[in-house]
């Protein structure tokens, strides 16, 4: 028995969704990249913006036809838009079999158990779960749910409040990933370095994580500034598997912006918090989400993102038109001409693209240590993804002298040798020309 999975959405969907293949694997099905020949079809969806939620429910639609085709198949919804429309969907779409909301995945293994009503024979786990899995970047889950209320999100609705995993359960989880191939671990949560278990703070857990067997490589998203404290900024300078790159979102750049949406800091703030982590960390990437068109947003206000963009030059950037969410505060808040959303995510947009490609083209000329994730692809420590100009066996470091920049990725060619862990950061920033 096969089945297929379709993501929406963020990290913590796909981590998500990795965590409920596993749960189907452990009962003996084998996954597919093609939906002809699954018996489950799985759609992870996401409903942190309309328009997520709209291809989700499309192609939930289309899946009726699919069912019809096979008797036995069976459709499985999951995910925030599920938790968020249970009822409707049920309505809708009655053909589905199982919808389980964001608050219950990690009931899953109970409810996938129910529906298929079979637990996996001996052999079938030995052909389910190959003791090397194929993935050289991990993700792994320390906490659920959000205790923001930022005013435009949802998430804090379909997910609920903050809860952690242990760090024991964390280390675990770590270990199961290295054993399957891992070497990078990426942890998450929706404000991951709000993290705490007991005396253990975020911290903690990183150094925990990053001297654990097998993993050269740690990263984590998405952090939130509040949280971003000395203590992390110096376990990220100092501990060599923690990589020098934060995706940080900071929304707008308007003081009268970030209060209408509750973030709990100012514009000066994350300013002085970025020149914090660049002189910890020269040479460290920096990326971020932006909303645009946020109820009340003038044009003074947009201006205000516009320059904090230059002031700070991002990386990269998530660019959003703001999309109201129906049950949250700015929900009840009157909206911008779509029009002029539009017009406003264009702008915003091609400065950041421009920023980005410049940021891109500096590393020109530079070596980087890339962790290759499969055939000629690769990323930096800094989180930039490298086509090499020769094939390497995935999961090797090497070291890539850049040679180009692409509008997403950079062009490298392969150096002699491997890299040991000393030498990572020294080479990294000395190489770099930092704004
Ligand atoms: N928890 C993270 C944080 O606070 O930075 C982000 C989680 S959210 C799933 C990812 C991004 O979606 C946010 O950073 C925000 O830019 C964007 N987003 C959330 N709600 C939105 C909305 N109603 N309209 C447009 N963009 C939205
Ligand atoms: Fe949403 Fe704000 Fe929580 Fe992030 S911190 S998930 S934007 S409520």
Redesign the pocket.
Known sequence: MKFFVRTYGCQMNVADSNEMSRHLQARGLVETQDPDDASVMLINTCTVRQHAEDRAFSEIGRLKRWKAKKSGRKVVVTGCAAERTKEYLEDRFPFLDLIVGAKSIESFEHMAEQLLDRRATDEELDYAMPAVGDKVAAFVTIMRG?N???TY?I??YVRGREIYHSVERILAEVADRVREGAREITLLG??VNSYRHGQHRFADLLGAVASSDGVDRVRFI?P?PYYMSDRVIETMATVPQICESLHLPVQSGSNAMLKAMARNYTREQYVELVRKMREAMPGMSLSTDIIVGFPGETEEDFQQTLSMIEELQFDWGFIFKYSTREGTPAANFPCHPESLVEERHRRCLELVDRIAFAKRVQLVGTTQDVLVEEDNFGRTRTNHKVHINVNVAPSEVVRVRITGAQRATLEGELQNGNVTFENFRQEDSSGLICP
């Open positions: 959000c923001y209320s930022c999100c998430v804090p929706q404000t998405s939130h």
